[in-house]
């Protein structure tokens, strides 16, 4: 075999899996704008396609102009943005560490912004902003907090993992001590803010997350390629010429910045982050980047969550119902096989 065959061969496999990759992206957006059209036509009563196109160009439809433009859309919104910096950003962390737990559900950057807006809404009576403020503060502090006790000789995805539980744990016994203490309206608003809900979502509230996948959701989809070295390992990563240093602060910055500012307006829906990007690591296959197929993927999930919630169950039930009901038997099997084939 000449080395021209061998170059035109990966040259041929390398364009093949671009392809691929391309083909689950354009599956996975289609997917994503059929699923936006229906959740603006169905609800209560059910809004043709075309009078739904019209109240988006900005012609007044009388009826669907209200039930469309001020009911259904900026909640759709908020549950695309929203999805979107759950699905990336956990994927983010998942590639980095080369671990699936390795989601902010479950290493305690979602329990520090949750246990700052319970201390915000019960202890100190604050509005929304300052609630989604301080939520933000504390979801970054943690994960600095968590990133700083597992450094040893590097990062280890393993040891970070375990500290973050433990340190979910402490912060998810500081969120029941201050639920003990609650009074009740106040208990009320911390617990739907607690549980993940899209309710009485406003455009004006899109705008945060939307201004973080702009700038940091950006900066993530830009570190891709040293993501994908950082598959391989630290050691081949750095001789293949990535910065590894560099690209971890870049993808922990970044990753935590639109997690936290999506947990502060949404609270934290549950497992989507985790979900995300295995899904989308088996639509994509083994190689090529997950990242945007996981925010995809994401965005799929909260709005299918959201409307299963809404309407194809019995009763009203928070997205955060439902992607939890979903998230937690993926999490025990995920475990039970890891135990099976004796990975850590």
Known sequence: MTLQTTLTRLQTARHRRRS??????????????????????????????????????????????????????????????????FGLGGAAFQVMLRNPLASPDIIGINAGASAAAVFAIVTLSLGAPWVAIMAVVAGLAVAAAIFGLSFGDGISGGRLILVGIGVSAMLDSAIAFLLAQAPAWDLQQAM?????????????????????????????????????????GEDTAAALGTDVARTRLIVILTAVGIIAVATAITGPIAFVAFL???????????RGSVLIPAA????????????????????RYPVGVVTGAIGAPYLIFLIIRANKTGAT
């Open 20 to 85: 691929a990759h391309a083909r689950a992206v354009a599956g996975l957006s289609a997917a994503l704008a059929l699923a936006f059209l229906i959740t603006l036509c169905v609800g209560q009563s059910v809004t043709p396609p075309g009078d739904v196109l019209r109240v988006l160009a900005g012609i007044d439809v009388p009826g669907a102009s209200f039930t469309v433009g001020q009911l259904r859309l900026p909640r759709v919104v908020l549950a695309v943005l929203s999805g979107l910096s």
């Open 192 to 232: 739907r803010w607690l549980t993940g809900s899209l309710n009485g979502a406003t455009l004006d509230q899109a705008l945060w997350p939307a201004l973080a996948l702009a700038t940091c959701g950006s900066l993530l989809i830009g570190q891709r390629r040293g993501l994908e070295m950082l598959r391989l």
């Open 276 to 286: 995300s990007g295995p899904i989308a690591a088996r639509i994509v296959g083994p």
């Open 296 to 315: 995809l993927v994401g965005a799929l999930l909260v709005l299918a969550g959201d409307f299963a919630g809404q309407f194809l169950l019995p009763g």
